[in-house]
């Protein structure tokens, strides 16, 4: 049984940090790329950025420059650094990993979400 759990939501206020934290646990072979998402009251899921296992990384042009994403590939957990956040940055987030299970069998798996509030 694989499992993603993410961390470090919360409140802050406008213009401030979080560090998001998405660990993988569970029996599996390696941890390929992995993804943060985000989902607003009413909106569609949200692409924000993902990492690949060689360190390659992409974002979504609403977050470029203000999020970064990392890995420890030690401990297979992924971070998202969240600076100037806004109001509009308010969603719950989500990490999403590529994993690989055997030589055969590969799977995509989803964590149970952080809540990020950015409000004064």
């Known amino acids: 049984q694989v499992q993603l759990v993410e961390s470090g939501g919360g409140l802050v206020q406008p213009g401030g940090s979080l560090r998001l934290s998405c660990a993988a646990s569970g029996t599996f072979s390696s941890v390929n790329a992995i993804a943060w998402y985000r989902q607003a009251p009413g909106n569609e899921r949200e692409f924000l950025s993902v990492?690949?296992?060689?360190?390659?990384?992409r974002y979504a042009d609403s977050v470029k420059g203000r999020f970064t994403i990392s890995r420890d590939n030690s401990k297979n957990t992924v971070h998202l650094q969240m600076n100037s956040l806004k109001p509009e940055d308010t969603a719950v987030y989500y990490c999403n990993a590529d994993i690989r299970l055997s030589v055969v069998e590969r799977h995509d798996y989803w964590g149970q979400g952080t809540q990020v509030t950015v409000s004064s």
């Open positions: 990492i690949t296992s060689d360190g390659y990384t």
